[in-house]
């Protein structure tokens, strides 16, 4: 079974590398255009917008750990921030 997956593996390589010797026509090239700008920024803005709620969630469980709502100690806090 080893034999016959690492010649499986050994073809898919050897054509992917003489698939890559082969040159490109660059007016059938395909290039990301404003699209793909677009969508990386929308990406961009999701990563920020959970990082916010997260850290705004994070906040509120630490002021319920502190209250006791988990079962823990209140602590008392002199500063409120």
Do not use: C
């Not at 490109?24 to 255009?33: E, L, S």
Request: glycine content about 6%; cysteine-free.
């Amino acid at each position: 079974m080893h034999a016959a997956v690492a010649t499986v593996v050994h073809v898919v390589t050897e054509s992917l590398v003489l698939a890559k010797d082969e040159p490109v026509d660059q007016d059938t090239n395909i290039v990301a255009g404003w699209t793909a700008f677009w969508i990386f920024v929308g990406l961009i803005v999701a990563v920020a917008v959970i990082g916010w709620a997260l850290t705004r969630s994070l906040r509120t469980a630490a002021r319920a750990k502190d209250a006791g709502v988990y079962g823990d100690e209140p602590v008392e806090r002199d500063d409120e921030s």
